[in-house]
């Protein structure tokens, strides 16, 4: 398995653990000049549910490649983190 392919899969894990909802994995392989190639949004019920899938996600990619973010943005009111 690919770097890329694991990480997504680590991500999607790391949602799953705590119970992220609404999982959706865009595949932007197949588009020129995008920034990314994989996009993955889910939904949590409440701020204290976004920032502990944060973390869970933080963790199980770390955990599993060594990774880490080159950023983290919206923690403060964990309405949404990108």
């Known amino acids: 398995m690919n770097q890329t392919k ?3 899969k680590k ?5 799953q653990e705590k ?3 609404k999982i959706v994995v865009a595949d ?3 588009i ?3 920034i990314c190639n994989y996009f993955i949004i889910c939904q ?3 701020p204290s549910q976004v920032s502990v899938i944060t973390d869970s996600v ?3 990619v770390h955990e599993a490649t060594g990774e880490k973010p080159s950023a983290i943005d919206g923690v403060r009111n964990a309405q949404w983190v990108a």
């Open 6 to 8: 694991l990480l997504v």
């Open 11 to 15: 991500i999607t894990e790391g949602i």
């Open 19 to 21: 119970k992220g909802q």
């Open 28 to 30: 932007l392989t197949e």
């Open 32 to 34: 020129d000049d995008t």
């Open 44 to 46: 949590g019920k409440s």
């Open 58 to 60: 933080w963790d199980t």
